[in-house]
């Protein structure tokens, strides 16, 4: 879909949250000194899971692929890509999942969520209690979990609730950055394909 060609009478708010870096950064700091290995999630066609609660039609065009009588209307049912207001409705519809789960938003970064065994989200982590941090941005989900039982149950849940979850860990891409851990349980965070493009555009060599 074309959002340039998307009436201004479809949509209001289209600002769709993401994780600063330096959240990224921070749960990869966190997750290298106490030894937790990261896992990247990818939900394939994410905003075909989010219905459209209110009314919303769009005109057949060259980019949607179905076939309408002319001056007929197709009614949407799910947000597609390229709608202009996909992303915020997809935060919306995944922060609801996770709520489901018992994760909590933090107050100062919306876009990363906390799960507590002790559900007290006050407080410090208690000896030997079990968590989960998830970092979200857009459709791709950066976790870091205390045990492979806290993440097996949030993979779990976003498979039956999404179907198709891609899970990554090891060696991996999240939002243009290469995550890499290392056999001394450091973290390498690097990005190689935007070295290179620098590299070409400037004609320094690396």
């Not at 995944?94 to 507590?116: D, K, M, T």
């Not at 039982?149 to 939002?175: I, P, S, W």
Request: glycine share 6%; net charge negative; hydrophobic share 40%.
């Amino acid at each position: 879909v074309d959002g340039n060609r998307q009436s201004a009478l479809t949509f209001d708010l289209v600002a769709s949250p993401t994780a600063r870096t330096t959240s990224i950064k921070l749960l990869a700091a966190l997750a290298a000194k106490v030894g937790i290995r990261l896992q990247a999630y990818d939900v394939a066609g994410a905003y075909l899971n989010v219905p459209i609660e209110e009314a919303k039609s769009m005109k057949d065009t060259p980019t949607i692929y179905i076939t309408l009588p002319d001056g007929k209307y197709g009614k949407l049912n799910r947000f597609l890509y390229g709608m202009k207001q996909s992303g915020l409705e997809w935060y919306f519809h995944h922060r609801q999942c996770l709520e489901e789960l018992g994760y909590v938003a933090s107050v100062v970064e919306p876009c990363v969520f906390v799960w507590r065994e002790s559900n007290d989200h006050g407080t410090p982590l208690k000896e030997n209690e079990e968590f989960h941090i998830v970092v979200t941005w857009v459709d791709d989900d950066l976790g870091m979990a205390s045990s492979p039982a806290v993440e097996a149950r949030y993979y779990n849940h976003m498979v039956a609730r999404y179907g198709n979850v891609k899970r990554k860990t090891d060696t991996f891409t999240f939002v243009g950055v290469f995550v890499e851990h290392l056999e001394c349980g450091a973290i390498r965070l690097s990005q190689p394909n935007y070295y290179k493009t620098l590299s070409d555009v400037s004609g320094i060599p690396l």
